[in-house]
Structures are given as C-alpha cells and as structure tokens.
C-alpha cells in the first residue's frame, strides 16, 4: 500500500469518526467507521501506518475541537492559537501510541486484548493535571436512550473498547474476503449494547422529588469579565431572575461565576440573595469568585478559587471551592511539582484547587463546576457520599455557537447514565438541561436562550453495576494498558529465537 492510499484511508476513518459524536448524526457508525484505518494498521510499513495514524487523528481533532479557538475572542489569540495547536498535537500522540502498539502486536495472539489497550489509554488520558476525557470513543452512544444504557455495565471506556473491537474484526473481514462477517460483527455489537442496557431504568413517578429552577442569563462572554459592564450584566441576571415565581421553588440554580467578581466584594448581590433565599425559604446557588490572602502565593498572594455559594443554609453562605481545575485555563500543570512555573504569567492558570466534594440541602446534592462533571469517577465519590443529583453549573459562553457545548452535555449525560444520578445542569449561554437517572433530557434550553426552566428532580439515584465496579475496572484498565506499552517495546526481544 502506497504513503498517499495509507493516509486517505486513515483521514477518512478519523474525519468520519468526528461525525459520530453528537451533535453530529453518524454515532452508531463508530462500529464500522475505523475499520480502515485497521486495515492500514494491518497491511502497510510500520512508518507509512504511524505517518497515516498521526495526521489521521490530527484531523479529527482539528474537526473536534475547532471551538477552543473562539477562546481566542476574550484572550490573547497568539496564545490560543499557539495552544490549540499544540494541543491537538499532543492529544493526536496517544493515537499514535496506540497505533504503535498495534503495529508492534499485529502479528502476534496478543492483538485480541487491543480494545482492552485502547480503553487504557483512554484512561490515562482521563488521570492527572493535563487529563482530558473529552472524547473517548463510546460517548458516540450519548444521544441514545438505548444505546447508551450500556454505560451502566460496561461504562463509557468498556464502550469504547467494543467500538474498537467491532472496527478491527470489520477490518479482518475485509482482508480476509469474508464480507459475510461485516453485517454479523455490527450485529453482535448492537446485541451486546442492548443486552448491557436491558435493566434499563424503568421510570414511572417518583415520590420524593425537588423542585429546582435553572437561570440561563445568556451573557455574551466579551461583556462578561468587563468592570464596565459589570452593572449591565447583573441587572439583565436579576432581571430574568424577577420573572420566576418563588412559590413552591426549593432550589435556584445560577451558573458558574453568574457573578463574575469576588463575592466578598459584591455586598449588593450577596445581601440580595440572601435576602431573597430568606423570605422565600429557597435555597440558591451561584458562581462567584473567592481568595484568600495566602504569602506564599509568590505574584498575586491569593488563592483565588472558582466557587459554588450556597445561600438559604444559614449565615455565611456555605462555599464549594473547584477540586478539579481545567489544565492551562485555570491551573497550570504540575506547579505543585516544578515551583518556578509559579513565578510565571501566561494569561490563566492562577486558580488553586478545593480539596473536597460536599452535599448541599435540600435533597442532598452535590455541586459540581463546569469541567468536574466529565468525570465519572467525581460523579461516583458524589454518589457514594450521599448525593441524589448533581447541581452542575457552567459558563460555556466561552466557545459561542459552536459543537462545545454540546459536546459538553454529551459528556455529562453520558456519566449520569454510567453512575445512575441526575443532574441539573445550568449553563450562562447553554445548553442548562435536567437529566434523570436513566438519561434522559426532560427539559433543556437553546444556545443564546435568556430562560428559566423548572422541574421536579427526583431525589432518588439508580443502581448501577458500574458505579460500584468502576474505580477497580479503570484502573485495572491503566495498569494493562501500560503493560502492554511495555511488552510490545520488548516484544522482538520475547520473539526472537535464541
């Protein structure tokens, strides 16, 4: 196979691969859309396969995660433009990764565990300061009420290894002439899907329920973080707010940094809804900003933290500090490690950690900012803690209209599936949904939308097998992904005759 067939065939499987993801309408396609560049994997050189592997992953990433550049609008665009870039070059090496491995592997019994590799790898991806679990291959399945009940046994990284596996025994098919087999492995994928959803969530009523408005303010991100138009963009939040009828509301949600100063210093706002939660007996939360005075904090003498408040729990408002920062944005990677990086200002980064979950009233739940709800292993400690649903709230606003925010509430929905917890999600420019146990969106806002949603959240989680599994299969996952990283450097050594 020639470098210039090997490369067409790999960013045709990664281009469509990138239309599998919602909102894009390919999804179940996934099962069959990598099968190609299997088959490069399987006949080409070991240099044209890694080549084709690379740029093919390029481009889907390119295609994915375009939307960081709108960041490039409220920010340094040099900076962005640069990061983004280099970015995408470094996520596109762990496909590299794995296609080396692969190729290592090819001719060897030991290629059947690749699926268990890859779901490994994504694992990795999803540990540690530069972690970003954004597009692990079976959140194809998220908009599917179905399909993506599957997430309760096999977890989001066990569909992903299924997806991986269905392409490669396409693959074998095709190079074995036997098409006969095509239409039988996406079959037994779509029956291994199912079957892992069969207990799925039965619904019905559900007594024990809370009644929670979300406030979508829909602040253009440009005006958001202007002192000048600080004043314009409170009174447009509380003018909305005006509109909702506090009777029988037990919890308001506002997005993340709804107020975009720190809390301490926005008397006004804060004697506000506090004011407002007492004479209504309504609980509210809302994102602000808080710092403490900290010496050691070398250039600013802060820690600043990204923050939930809670207001109706008595006096002060009770806070939740951000545990897990998104890399370069708000934290940079590693600077517990290397202190130097902390004497250095790239624009971001200058946020510390919260080193706890909490449970908030009523109903038990627990608030998590923006990037935490991605994770499912942070939904599972909330769950095990006590929580009945997740307050998520977020400021999308960052990336306009764009893919971002849905694939952002892909993701969410995707691990409220997987660990069997709702989750209210409140957005400043959108999507702000309720998602039950099972899955499904009962009620979701636009992109741009000024609205208030209400609904009743049932303040009962779902058992899942995952949810209880989970933590022990992902990091049995790491571990075997890194021993197979380790055989397969050794492999010719073990293969070679003595």
């Known amino acids: 196979m020639s470098t210039k067939r090997a490369v067409l065939l790999s960013l045709l499987s990664w281009t469509l691969l990138a239309l599998c993801y919602p909102p894009f309408p390919l999804g179940p396609l996934a099962l069959a859309v990598l099968a190609p560049w299997f088959y490069v994997l399987k006949t080409t050189t070991k240099r044209r396969a890694l080549t084709a592997s ?141 079957i892992c959803g069969i207990h799925a969530w039965g619904g019905g009523s559900v007594s024990n329920t809370a009644t929670v408005a979300v406030v979508q303010p829909s602040i253009h991100q440009t005006e958001k973080w202007s002192r000048e138009y600080y004043d314009s963009v409170m009174n447009k939040t509380w003018e909305l707010f005006s509109t909702l009828d506090p009777a029988g509301i037990q919890l308001v949600l ?52 990204n923050s939930a408040f809670l207001f109706g729990s008595g006096k002060p408002a009770a806070e939740y500090r951000k545990t897990h920062l998104v890399p370069f944005s708000e934290r940079i990677p590693f600077d517990n490690v290397f202190s130097i990086i902390n004497y250095v200002d790239l624009g971001g980064g200058e946020f510390s950690q919260g080193d706890s979950l909490v449970i908030w009233q009523p109903g038990n739940f627990s608030p998590l900012i923006c990037y935490e709800a991605i994770y499912g292993s942070i939904l599972r400690d909330a769950k095990r803690k006590g929580a009945k649903f997740i307050a998520n709230i977020t400021n999308d606003g960052w990336f306009m209209r764009s893919i971002a925010p849905y694939q952002h509430l892909n993701l969410v929905r995707a691990h409220a599936v997987e660990n069997g917890i709702g989750v209210v999600r409140a957005a400043n420019t959108g999507i702000s949904a309720f998602i039950e146990p099972d899955g499904r969106i009962i009620e979701k806002t636009k992109l741009f939308e000024e609205r208030i949603i209400v609904h009743d959240m049932p303040l009962e989680t779902r058992w899942t097998l995952y949810s209880v599994i989970g933590d022990y299969v992902e990091w049995v996952l790491l571990v075997f992904s890194l021993v197979m990283i380790a055989v397969a450097m050794c492999f010719k050594k073990i293969r070679a005759p003595s």
Request: charged share 15%; hydrophobic share 50%.
């Open 254 to 305: 506002f997005p993340e940094t709804a107020i975009p100063t720190f809390l301490n210093a926005s008397m006004r706002e804060y004697e506000f809804l506090e004011d407002y939660a007492a004479r209504n007996n309504t609980a509210i939360v809302t994102g602000a900003l808080n710092r403490e005075r900290n010496k050691e904090r070398k250039r600013k003498g802060y820690n600043i933290y």
């Open 54 to 194: 690379y740029l093919g992953a390029f481009s889907f990433n390119i295609i994915s995660m375009y939307w960081l550049y709108h960041v490039g609008e409220v920010a340094p665009p040099a900076l962005i433009f640069s990061g983004l870039l280099l970015g995408i070059a470094f996520l596109s090496l762990f496909t590299l990764l794995c296609a080396w491995v692969f190729v290592k592997l090819k001719d060897s019994s030991l290629l059947f565990l690749f699926p268990l590799f890859w779901a490994g790898i994504e694992v990795v991806r999803s540990k540690g300061d530069m972690s970003f679990p954004w597009f692990s291959l079976g959140l194809v399945f998220g908009d599917s009420d179905s399909l993506s009940q599957a997430f309760t046994l096999l977890g989001v990284f066990g569909c992903s290894a299924l997806v991986i596996a269905s392409n490669m025994f396409i693959a074998y098919a095709v190079l074995k002439k036997r098409l006969i087999l095509v239409p039988l492995a996406l079959a037994a994928s779509f029956y291994i899907l199912n």
